[in-house]
């Protein structure tokens, strides 16, 4: 199981971006998906996070601004739309599904996985 994240890229202050993470692989269940970032020189922050229900949270310093969703139509995939974006939301950004999968022997495997990071920068 994989999770591709994409939709970096560079931006001016008030912009926005929209990024995607998409979990392949022999997914059963995406419980829940977050969205972290790690800021030049700085420790890895959670940003926001979507339950399989839908219940959404987020940073203090996302909130009105960012949204998470679940892609409705292609199934484990999530977005992150990020608007109003500041010179302070530069990062790197990873997605994180904590998910069950098929194993290639047939067991049922529960893991936390991680994406690669998609760097987001926000020029002033």
């Known amino acids: 199981v994989q999770l591709q994240a994409s939709g970096g890229g560079l931006v001016q202050a008030g912009g926005s971006l929209r990024l995607s993470c998409a979990a392949s692989?022999?997914?059963?269940?995406?419980?829940?998906m977050d969205w972290y970032r790690q800021p030049p020189g700085k420790e890895r922050e959670l940003v926001a996070t979507?339950?399989?229900?839908?219940?959404?949270?987020y940073a203090d310093s996302v909130k009105g601004r960012f949204t998470i969703s679940r892609d409705n139509n292609a199934k484990h995939t999530v977005y992150l739309q990020m608007n109003s974006l500041m010179p302070e939301d530069t990062a790197v950004y990873y997605c994180?599904?904590?998910?069950?999968?098929?194993?290639?022997?047939?067991?049922?495997?529960?893991?936390?996985?991680w994406g690669q990071g998609t760097q987001v920068t926000v020029s002033s």
């Open positions: 994180n599904a904590d998910l069950t999968y098929m194993s290639p022997d047939d067991n049922i495997v529960a893991q936390r996985v």
């Open positions: 692989g022999r997914v059963v269940v995406l419980y829940s």
């Open positions: 979507i339950t399989s229900s839908g219940t959404t949270n």
